[in-house]
């Protein structure tokens, strides 16, 4: 019985690597009828069951993620209990319903991380993953399909939106960094940094002004980590260069007239007016929200009376604030500050050091690019946050391994 314990945890760890490539590769789009099949549900519901089977028949020790997961618990727990009091209480449950999806990765990236090769395979696997949304917009702008606006890229599914599109290739772009680090060959180390440049297109040919500065965020704290790594830095400012060369040469302009009218930039002004509609929902319900997913519902009774029309959040904390008032939007601070703080002292060991910087680097990206969207039910968040649970746990348990004594001294010892 014992030896099946393993490979059930090898059974809950290859369905997470499986969840991973198919939440990036969306083959649900593919074809037509299959827009409805989870293919990714199905792949992480697999790893939640075999790890549920793990503990049940094998008597693994499971764990809800410390701080991170009982903020985690504590905030869809009131999700589902908004809908007592939201616009729109049917949204409210779908909302909930849809967002435990998110719990239960961030739950099995928790406890399915219980060693340092399975954290370099995740964090290689969401790297190498990323690279297929990546070419898949790419493709898309070369071939005029699925673009927003006439000239912004997007590609199908989850990233048919570019701003959503960007947000998860800064993600992969902070993990390609991270695997690059971790990795001990040089050839390996050169193909994570190549990987580079088709995220890097990918991002510029979205037009997303948020992605690009988040980008910019994890570029910069990845290079002034260490002064060691100048050959590395090159490499990567040669990577932009590239892109920057092989991107349309009009990109920045068009994306800048695109929101422009009369002198306005519309696309900052509607972000403002949804930012102020949430503060007013604040204002007026401070402890309850107006409902997790009813926030475009509640609109109408909270625009201040010369905005424009009804938006989405374009602002992950005010969309909490907004659908979960401050309780809700306390609660996932919690969770990312314990996240990004949790691997500080991981940060400064040798074994685990890259990988809790880089953690922190994504996790970094994602906090800029929720300045201009809605990001708090996505998965990248949540894939972050358990990884990063799981470093620290692992850099605590190697501090308490007890070093060996060479059995010379040990015989010395005993002489003496």
Not at 33 to 60: C, H, T
Not at 128 to 137: E, H, L
Not at 183 to 189: G, K, P, V, W, Y
Request: include cysteine; charge should be positive; charged fraction near 15%.
């Amino acid at each position: 019985m014992r030896d099946l314990a393993p490979r059930t945890g090898r059974f809950a760890y290859g369905a997470l690597i499986a969840f991973l490539f198919v939440l990036y590769a969306n083959p649900g789009n593919w074809f037509n009828g299959l827009q409805d099949v989870g293919f990714a549900k199905v792949a992480a519901a697999l790893a939640l069951v075999a790890l549920g089977g793990s503990w049940l028949l094998y008597n693994r020790r499971l764990t809800v993620g410390g701080w991170p997961g009982l903020s985690l618990l504590a905030l869809f727990a009131l999700v589902g209990f908004s809908a007592l009091w939201s616009y729109w209480p049917r949204a409210t449950l779908e909302t909930f319903t849809d967002g435990l999806k998110y719990l239960a990765i961030f739950l099995v990236v928790t406890n399915v991380i219980d060693s340092p090769r399975r954290l370099r395979g995740v964090v290689a696997a969401i790297a190498i993953a990323t690279v297929v949304p990546a070419f898949g917009a790419i493709f898309s702008y070369l071939h005029g399909e699925h673009l927003v606006e006439g000239n912004r890229a997007g590609w199908i599914g989850v990233f048919g939106n570019p701003n959503d599109l960007a947000y998860f290739l800064v993600i992969g772009g902070a993990m390609a960094l991270t695997a690059r680090d971790g990795s001990r060959r040089r050839a390996t180390r050169l193909f994570y940094l190549a990987l580079l440049l088709p995220i890097g297109v990918a991002i510029l040919l979205t037009q997303s002004r948020g992605g690009m500065i988040a980008s910019g965020v994890v570029l910069l704290l990845w290079a002034l980590r260490s002064v060691r790594r100048a050959p590395a830095i090159v490499g990567v400012a040669l990577a932009v260069g590239c892109v920057l060369c092989l991107g349309p040469s009009d990109v920045f302009e068009h994306r800048m007239e695109t929101s422009v009218a009369f002198g306005e930039d519309l696309s900052a002004r509607g972000r403002i007016d949804a930012w102020r509609t949430g503060l007013e929902m604040a204002r007026e319900r401070p402890l309850t929200g107006v409902g997790a997913g009813a926030f475009m519902i509640a609109w109408p009774d909270f625009a201040p009376g010369d905005v424009g029309p009804v938006r989405t959040e374009h602002n992950t904390f005010i969309q909490l604030i907004g659908e979960l008032g401050f309780p809700g939007l306390l609660l996932f601070l919690v969770a990312l500050s314990a996240g990004i703080l949790g691997v500080s002292r991981a940060a400064r060991t040798q074994e685990y050091g890259c990988y809790a910087r880089g953690l922190q680097c994504g996790l970094a990206g994602f906090a800029v690019c929720s300045l201009s969207g809605g990001l708090a039910f996505t998965w990248p968040v949540y894939l972050l946050l358990g990884a990063s649970f799981a470093t620290a746990r692992l850099s605590r348990a190697a501090e308490t391994v007890p070093i060996a004594r060479p059995r010379l001294a040990l015989v010395a010892a005993g002489a003496r």
